[in-house]
Structure formats: structure tokens, C-alpha cells
């Protein structure tokens, strides 16, 4: 398999914080690559869901949202009993992992054309439907038996944060205008996607570089925490995809949805959720470990697993 160059930016970040760099990538440049990527894959979305009939993908929404939300389920015992966390820790890091990345899921499909390999475009609407039963299922976890939880506020962040906003935003516009009516922001939003995301990695690189210590802090267990969990779920994912008759490019990219740990809508609904969690434990986990994780090894290995599962 051929290396996917946009990787070495997110090392390049990842070294120049390491070496104390003085590189920094200006907060008003950072927010708008995020909102380009967040708004260029939700129109992606929308546009290859313009392409099939809704009714036919009603049953297999619901088994995959339903599938993902077991996830934070399967995590979070094995926090607070092994890992002896908190209920508070183990609830919130269990939600980051249920919910999902937009980066991770970009490098996958970014990955998938460098490949030659097609998938199934509706998939990019579960970087949207993903995120709720995660975050939903995380509170519960914190706040059985233990107090009770602002609702009306947990929900308006989930739904109304910049992550899940533009991407619905993005995907109802692409689904709207269609492929035809598309076209004259080819250019911009499709064509300029890899540059963008390039830059975008090489951010997360220095800030991934600031969260390794934390990571490191507490322990092993976390940190191994941090790359077995992302392989039982790209294993759940995996078979999930081949039983519901995805393609090869549908199962790697459902397996990586899966796999990937949010970093962005995730610790800013904890936060309001579940206050007396620490964010260095969930974002040192997610961002610190479970990203370059899935980045460098990850990806390629829930290729391997979607292409010998469909016997490729």
C-alpha cells in the first residue's frame, strides 16, 4: 500500500512540538480550515446521498447507529473496572470513543482514492448521526444513580456545536443542490480538500505533541487503553459493514468511523455534561494516542481487515 503524503504534515507538527518549535499555526487560520473541512465533507455527504433513494437506507442507518452505540458500553466497564477510573473519567473518555473524528474519516477517504478504491458516499452522513447516541449514552453512564444532567443544554451543544452544525448544514446543501448544482464549488471544496487537510493535520500535530504528556501521566493502561480500544471497534465496524453488504471502501471506512475517538464536539459537550471529568484523560487519550494511532497504523490495518473479510 502506497503512503498517503498529506501523513508527514501531521508528523511534521507532531516533531516541531517535540523540538519546541516556534511554529503556530494563527487561531483564526485553525478555526477556518476547520469549518472548510467540516462544511467541504458534509457537501460530499449531502451530494452522494442525493444519489440513492432514502427509503432504501433507512434499515441500515438504524443498524449502524445502533451498532456504534454500543460502543461507549464496551469501553466504559473496561475503564472503571481495569482501569480503575472514575465513574466522571471513564463515562467521558467511553463517549469519545463512541463518537467519531472528521479528520481520521478524511484520511480515510483520502487513503481510499489514493487507492482506487469506491465507497458508499451516504457513509459520510454517520459523522453526523454517530456523534448523538455516543455523547447521550456517556451522560447516562456519569449520571446513573449519581445526579441529574441539564438536558435542554447537552443537547443544544451536541446539535448546534460548530462540528455537528456545519456538517448537517453542509450535508442538507449538497443533498439540495445534487451533483449538478454542485459544480461550480468543485473546485473549492472538493479539489482544494487535500491541501486543506494537509494544514489542518500539521495543527493537530503540534497539538497532539502537548498531549502526550498528559497521556503519559496516567499510566499505561490508558495508553493501551488508547490503541486496543480503536481495534475492537474497527473489528466491530469491519463486520458490521461486510454483513450489511457495504463494498470494500464502505467496510474500511465504516471500521475507521468506528475506530476514531472525537476530539472536537465530544470534550466540548463533557464539559457541560459532565464537568468534574478531566479533559486531560479523554483528550490525552483521543487526541494524543488514539489519532497518530490510527493514522500511521491504524487505517492501513482496517484496510487489510476490510479487503480479507470481502477476500480481496
Known amino acids: 500500500m502506497s503512503f498517503e503524503p498529506v501523513v508527514l504534515f501531521f508528523v511534521l507538527g507532531v516533531a516541531a512540538g517535540l523540538l519546541r518549535s516556534d511554529l503556530k499555526i494563527p487561531g483564526a487560520i485553525y478555526e477556518a480550515l476547520s469549518i472548510f473541512i467540516l462544511l467541504a465533507i458534509g457537501l460530499k455527504g449531502g ?65 481510499l482514492g489514493h487507492e482506487n478504491l469506491d ?33 435542554g443544554k447537552l443537547l443544544h451543544e451536541v446539535f448546534f456545536g460548530k462540528s455537528i452544525y456545519l456538517l448537517a448544514g453542509g450535508l442538507i446543501i449538497g443533498y439540495v443542490a445534487g451533483p449538478d448544482g454542485i459544480k461550480p464549488l468543485d473546485k473549492l471544496f472538493f479539489d482544494l480538500f487535500k491541501g486543506v487537510l494537509a494544514f489542518f493535520l500539521l495543527e493537530m500535530g503540534l497539538v497532539a505533541s502537548m498531549r502526550i504528556a498528559a497521556l503519559r501521566e496516567y499510566g499505561a493502561f490508558l495508553a493501551g487503553f488508547a490503541v486496543g480500544m480503536p481495534l475492537i471497534s474497527a473489528t466491530l465496524g469491519t463486520v458490521t459493514g461486510w454483513m450489511l453488504g457495504l463494498s470494500v471502501g464502505g467496510t474500511f471506512l465504516l471500521a475507521t468511523l468506528f475506530a476514531s475517538a472525537s476530539y472536537i464536539a465530544a470534550p466540548a459537550a463533557m464539559r457541560i455534561a ?31 481487515m476490510a479487503r480479507t473479510l470481502h477476500g480481496v
Do not use: C, Q
Request: glycine letters at 10%.
Open 47 to 111: 451530494v452522494e446521498l442525493a444519489k440513492y433513494p432514502l427509503g432504501s437506507l433507512i434499515g441500515k442507518g438504524l443498524i449502524i447507529v445502533a451498532i456504534g452505540a454500543l460502543i461507549p458500553l464496551i469501553a466504559f466497564p473496561i475503564l472503571r473496572y481495569l482501569g480503575r477510573l472514575s465513574r466522571a473519567d471513564s463515562a467521558s473518555i467511553a463517549a469519545h470513543y463512541g463518537s467519531v473524528s472528521v479528520v481520521t474519516f478524511s484520511v480515510g477517504i483520502t487513503l
Open 119 to 151: 465507497y458508499e458516499g451516504y457513509l459520510i452522513v454517520f459523522l453526523v448521526l454517530l456523534e448523538m447516541p455516543a455523547l447521550v449514552t456517556g451522560v447516562i453512564l456519569a449520571r446513573y444513580g449519581v445526579g441529574t444532567v441539564r438536558w
Open 274 to 304: 459532565v464537568p468534574e471529568a478531566n479533559p486531560a484523560l479523554s483528550i490525552g487519550a483521543s487526541l494524543g494516542m488514539t489519532f497518530p494511532f490510527n493514522i500511521f497504523l491504524g487505517i492501513p490495518i482496517y484496510l487489510w
